[in-house]
Structures are given as C-alpha cells and as structure tokens.
C-alpha cells in the first residue's frame, strides 16, 4: 500500500468509524439516524435527465449555501454508502446516482472557471471540505477523470489554507485557516500531491508569512488563542465554543492524519495546541456540554444546540489523544471519559464519534476525571466561569475591545444583550438546550441591567457584524478558585449606565448593582433570574400561586433550581409565564435556519424595577445554586460592606470553611472593610490560618500602579508576582504594576508571623 492509500485510509476512517461491528447494539441508534437521514435524501434526489437542481430547496439560483448544502447532502449519502452496517452500503445504483450528481454540480455551479457570489465560506470551505470528503469515500468508483475535474474545483475556490480566495492579501486566521489546512490536506491526499499535502502541514504554523497566523502561537489582539485561555475570532468575539471548536476539529484531524507520515507536523509549539484543552476548552465544558457563553451567533442554531457543540468538542479531544504525547494522551481520555459517562454525549453522536467513544469507555486503565472546581477569568475576551462540584456559572461581558454580540447570516436576530453582564447557571443538563433562545424573553436575559425600550431585530448590513459599547471596565481577579468581576455598563443605543460587580464562592454568587442612571424616560430593570422551569416559587415561605405578583422579599426559592438571597429586603417582581415562539424566528439563515414549528416552555422571570429615569439606583442579591428552601431561608456568613459607585465589597467566611474572603470592586481609590486602594482595580484578600493571600487586577485597562493597604497584620511574604512589592508590618502596603497587564490577575501571599525561607 502506497503512502498515500494509508492516509486515504485513516482519512475515511475518520468519516466512517471504521472498523467497528454493526451488530453491537451501541451502533444501533447512529446507524438508524444515517439510514434514516441518507433515505430521505434520495428520496427527494432529482434524477430527471433536465433537472436545474439536485433537490427541489436548493435550486441553484444564485445562493451560495444552495451549492454547499448540496454538496454536503451528497457527503451524507456518500458516507451511508461507505459505512458497513447501513441500509445503503456498497449500493451501486445510489454510487452511480452520486456520481452523476457530482457531474451535475460541476458543470452546473462548482467548477474552476465559476466566480463567487454570495457568502465566501461556502465556496471556499463548505463545498470544497464535503467535496474533498466525498472524493476519500467514494475513491475506489471515481473516475480519474472524474477526479481531476473536482480537484480543479477545490483548487480554484482552496488553492491554500494562508489567503482568501475572494479577496487580494487577506490572510486567514484562527478557525477558517484550519478549516483549509484540512481541506488542502484532504486534497493532496486525494490527488496523490505531496506539494498540496506539505502546504497544508505548513499552514497550520504559517511558513509562508513567517508565522505571523500561526495556530501554533498565542496573540495578543484579534483572532486566536491568548495566553490566559481565551480564544478570539471576528477580532472582537468570544467565541471557544464555536470557532474555537472548528478550530480543534480541523487540527486535530490534520495531526492525526499526517502523524507517522512524511508531512507530520513537527512545529514544535504545536503544544499551544495540546495546551489549549485544558486552558481554553475544559473550563466551558459542564458534563460534556459547552457553555453558551462562548459560542457566540451560533446559539441561535436549533440544529445544533450546547450538547452537540460538546459533543464536538470531546471528540476532536479524543482525536487528538490519539497522536498526542503523555501526560497530554491519558489526560484528554480521562477527561473526556468523564465528560462522556455524566453527559448526553452518545445520545446523538455519529457513528465514528460512538467508535470512539466505546473504545474510550471500555479501556478499564483510564479513571474517569471528575467535575473541576475552579474559578477563571479570561481577561482577553471578557468571560468568567465559576466551576463547583455540582454547579457552574458562567458570566459574559463585553466592553470597547470585547463585543457584546455578534449577528448576521441571519442569524441571532434577538442578540441584544448577550454580553450585558448575564449570567448561566448550569444546575442541569436541560435548562438551555430544551429550546431556551427562542423562548426566552430576550429583553430579560439573567442578570442584565436593561433600558426596556423596544429594539428591533439584531442585524448587519453585510455578512457578520459585531457590537462594542464604549466601556473600558470588564473583567476580574481570581485567587484560590474565587473570583470577583465587575462591568462598568454604558448601554448600547440608551442613556442608562451601571456599575455591576459579581463575587463567586463555594455556595453562592453575590451579585451587586450601583449608579443605575438613566435619562431616556423609560423603565430600567435588573433581572434576577428568568428559568424555564415548572418548579413551584415560594418567597419568603410564602409558596406563589399567581402567575404575576410583587413584594418586597428576603428570599425566594425556585423549586430544582436553588434560592436568591436579598439582603435587607427588595421589592421583587415575580412572573410565571408560558412563552411560545420558534426557532426560525431567531434564526433563519440560509443553511443554519431553525425549524418554524413552534415550541413552548414556561419561564419563572424575578426582577427589580428600577422605574423610569433612575439616577443611582442600586440593587443586592445572592444565587445560592441546588440550595433547599430551609437553607436559602437560614444562609448568612456573607456581608455587603459596600455597594456604591466607589466601592462594592463583600465579606464571606463561616465557621468550619477556615478562611474568610474579601472581595471588591474598586472604581475610585477608596477603602472598604480592611482594605484600601489607591486607584480603581478588583481585589481578593482571603485569610487562612497565618496566611494570607491576595490577588489584585485592572478590569479597565487604565491603571499603571495600585497601592494596597490592609487593615490587619501581616509579618512576612511567602511568595509574589514579579509586578508586586510587599511591604509587610502592622498595616502592610502592597504595590502593584498594573500597566500593560491587559487585566490579568496578580498574586501574592503573605504570612501573619515572620516566614522564614528553607
């Protein structure tokens, strides 16, 4: 067998699972879903000797995504025809209807001499990757001819992974140069080309422009990976679980195809790459779901929901343990071993991601990792998540360098404030996957602070588009797995403006609002929570029948979900809603539309009314996740000790914790509690036994240099960042170079006697 067989063969492996056994029941349901699926599609194949188009919806007209679709329908069938154990395996008369299909786009739509019209990935990537798969699947009946034709095709629209076809010296980046690597990649293996195969390996690190794209680096602005984590896409956009998901796919699929061949890649620093699972993508994954609170547009995809992004994800991690080095391999099968067993993960996996997953799940060597508890701040793209053994929450910001949404495609026509500050809380493996984007009311996201003014579809006037407020201040400071984060709100297209702060600890997350002003004479709320839930609401003790109400309340508790505490009492608004809509209505993009068939769930909506034209307005309130009645009712052991635009704070700490937290957001110098700042930064103090730790960040950007003062001893310095001077004592002052830091969090710990080195 020829080199280039053996990658033709790893390559269709990847498509079709191969070898697995059809008759192992765990095959059952995915080869069911291909029959199903690849049936349907013959079906409403047109064979007709006149036809214009190969189905009746996409008929060729002059839409881009009608030629894609097209071609990735063809992929579906081609894949059920090369798949052991389906309906249509190794059948010659749909192997004949294929190929003449192909024909049929190539003399039609897709060939060297066509120009793009339209949306350039489906040219460029959409038809040229399900054409390059269809040619591995189907290799053995292709005509050479045949082939040479629709390798033109490919290299007219994806000549290389480094330039945009469509326009003059536009490199790609990020998830699109991936996307490319791989499809060169697959058309030299194809084609028999080592040159093509060798300029895709080189693509992946950039060669042709000295690295400046590499996948295999970390930036510091615009698209990629940032050393903190965070992954970047369309300049300004959160996007790991999206793009960043695309990306791991491609890569991960290219290493693994090349590996022990003559093009393997080699670039050393492909360790970004292996570094980014457990820096970028781990965080985001809550029981093999990927968090919505980075995938940007695509949570307006009905077809494709927070499981199947997980999905996604943990399979090009189980790819890429294939070719990986220890620890990396045992650790990405141990993770995703966990992830798939707590998941949903082969409820609707394909059939060569199940052969993954089973060989996974039957190796007795690999422990399963458990939940993680943690707390991350990814400065560079303005998203925080709190991880606890049986919860997470995930919070998205947005400022002049982060957008607050992305839309377009039509697609993400109710963005809005996706980025205003809301909160997930993830208590379940439900909540926003069982149709929550079309429900719920999008004016009312989870801890957002809205002007209620009416806003009309979120759209932009060509392609993608993305929205950025003027506000420089998003972000935190993390020590210990705590975390504290504050987002200076300038509301896009209103008046109003806010200071939030969110403290996150072992059982509660505090959230905070001051300076609410607005001018505009309209209503301004703060959303407490807004759940798709039937759960029963009891307030105060005092279970809710009504379906609308208000009181002023201490607590209130949502039946399955937790409790929220309001310190010294606020007057809370309560609706019990069903909310009924589809997915089409947010989404109706030409080969990403949802479905228009309605869907209904029931909401429970808590919030504050503000009312019209507030001027410093403040609001107090605690999540306190899977917390019982009896218990949200009882809690105590956190203390607002400010809440002002200068200042918001807190002390939490019990007895039997062991340590006692300080947390606070300073937007001025300032003192609060034991503490006191020089200049506006996020701070975190925690005391344990004689040590005491701190970390200090500048959300805003704006500050070259914070000076810390305690109000409590501290003798000695165990340990600090390079940036933090300490000088201990009495009252010890801690100074900190905050300038060029780009809101990343520094450390320090100190003793409460003399520490002594050795």
């Not at 003559?262 to 292996?274: F, M």
């Amino acid at each position: 067998m020829t080199e280039f067989a053996t990658l033709r063969a790893k390559a269709t492996a990847l498509l079709t699972g191969a070898p697995f056994d059809p008759a192992d029941p765990a095959f059952a349901a995915p080869l069911a879903r291909l029959d199903t699926s690849a049936k349907a599609l013959r079906e409403a194949l047109d064979l007709s000797p006149n036809r214009t188009s190969l189905w009746p919806d996409l008929p060729l007209k002059g839409a881009s995504a009608d030629i894609s679709s097209s071609h990735q329908r063809i992929r579906t069938l081609a894949t059920a025809w090369a798949t052991p154990g389906s309906a249509l395996h190794g059948n010659s008369g749909l192997a004949t209807q294929l190929l003449g299909a192909l024909d049929f786009l190539y003399a039609r739509a897709y060939n060297e001499t066509k120009r793009e019209v339209g949306n350039w990935w489906h040219w460029e990537i959409g038809s040229a990757r399900a054409l390059t798969d269809t040619c591995l699947l189907m290799y053995d009946v292709i005509s050479a001819e045949q082939r040479a034709a629709w390798i033109r095709a490919v290299d007219r629209f994806c000549p290389n992974p480094d330039r945009r076809t469509n326009l003059t010296n536009f490199s790609e980046t990020g998830a699109n140069r991936a996307d490319k690597a791989l499809i060169v990649a697959l058309r030299g293996i194809v084609g028999d080309d080592a040159a093509k195969v060798a300029l895709a390996r080189d693509g992946l690190s950039d060669l042709r422009d000295g690295g400046r794209n590499t996948l295999f680096g970390y930036v510091t602005s615009r698209d990629g990976f940032y050393a903190d984590g965070s992954f970047v896409q369309h300049d300004t956009v959160a996007y790991t679980g999206s793009y960043g998901v695309v990306l791991l796919q491609s890569v991960s699929a290219v290493l693994g195809l090349l590996g022990g061949s003559s093009w393997e890649v080699s670039d050393p620093k492909r360790s970004v790459i292996l570094d980014a699972v457990e820096r970028t993508f781990a965080p985001w994954i809550h029981d093999g779901l990927m968090m919505d609170s980075v995938r940007g547009r695509a949570v307006s995809r009905g077809g494709h929901r927070d499981h199947d992004a997980g999905r996604d994800t943990v399979d090009a991690i189980l790819q890429l343990a294939t070719g990986a080095p220890e620890p990396y391999a045992t650790r990405f099968k141990e993770l995703a071993k966990g992830w798939i067993g707590r998941g949903r993960f082969l409820d609707r996996a394909g059939i060569a991601a199940t052969a993954r997953a089973r060989t996974l799940l039957a190796d007795t060597r690999l422990t399963p990792a458990p939940r993680p508890v943690g707390h991350h701040v990814f400065a560079d793209m303005d998203r925080v998540v709190h991880r606890r053994e049986s919860w997470s929450f995930a919070l998205s910001l947005d400022s002049k360098r982060i957008a607050g949404y992305e839309c377009g495609n039509g697609e993400n026509y109710r963005a809005w404030y996706q980025g205003d500050g809301v909160t997930y809380l993830y208590t379940d493996l439900d909540h926003y996957s069982a149709d929550y984007w079309p429900t719920v009311n999008s004016y009312r996201l989870p801890g957002t602070t809205v002007d209620t003014r009416h806003r009309d579809p979120a759209v932009s006037v060509s392609g993608t588009g993305t929205f950025r407020p003027k506000n420089a201040w998003a972000g935190g400071a993390v020590l210990d797995g705590y975390g504290v984060a504050g987002l200076e709100l300038m509301a896009m297209g209103s008046t109003l403006t806010a200071r939030k702060s969110w403290i996150c600890l072992d059982d509660a997350v505090v959230c905070l609002g001051t300076g609410i002003t607005s001018t505009d004479g309209r209503t301004i709320e703060t959303i407490v929570e807004n759940r798709g839930t039937t759960g029963a609401l009891t307030v105060d003790g005092v279970l809710q029948q009504g379906h609308e109400g208000s009181s002023t309340s201490s607590w209130a508790h949502l039946e399955g979900v937790g409790g929220y505490v309001f310190p010294g009492g606020a007057p809370l608004r309560m609706l019990r809603e069903v909310r009924t809509d589809s997915w089409r209505a947010i989404n109706d993009g030409a080969d990403t539309g949802g479905t228009p068939v309605p869907v209904s769930r029931e909401y429970v909506t808590l919030w504050f009314d503000h009312g019209a034209n507030p001027s410093g307005a403040t609001y107090a309130y605690l999540l306190l996740p899977h917390a019982t009645a009896e218990q949200t009712a009882a809690f105590s052991g956190v203390e607002v000790l400010a809440n002002t635009a200068e200042v918001q704070a807190v002390h939490a700490g019990r007895g039997g914790q062991g340590h006692r937290l300080f947390a606070a957001t300073f937007w001025a110098a300032g003192s609060a509690g034991e503490v006191t700042a020089s200049a506006p930064c996020a701070v975190l103090v925690r005391r344990a036994g004689d040590r005491v730790s701190l970390a200090v960040s500048d959300p805003s950007r704006t500050v070259d240099t914070v000076t810390l003062t305690l109000g409590h001893p501290a003798h000695g310095v165990v340990r600090a960042d390079d940036t933090v001077t300490v000088q201990p004592g009495k009252n010890p002052t801690i100074t900190v170079k905050l300038a060029g830091s780009r809101g990343h969090t520094h450390t320090a710990e100190l003793t409460v006697g003399r520490h002594r080195e050795g």
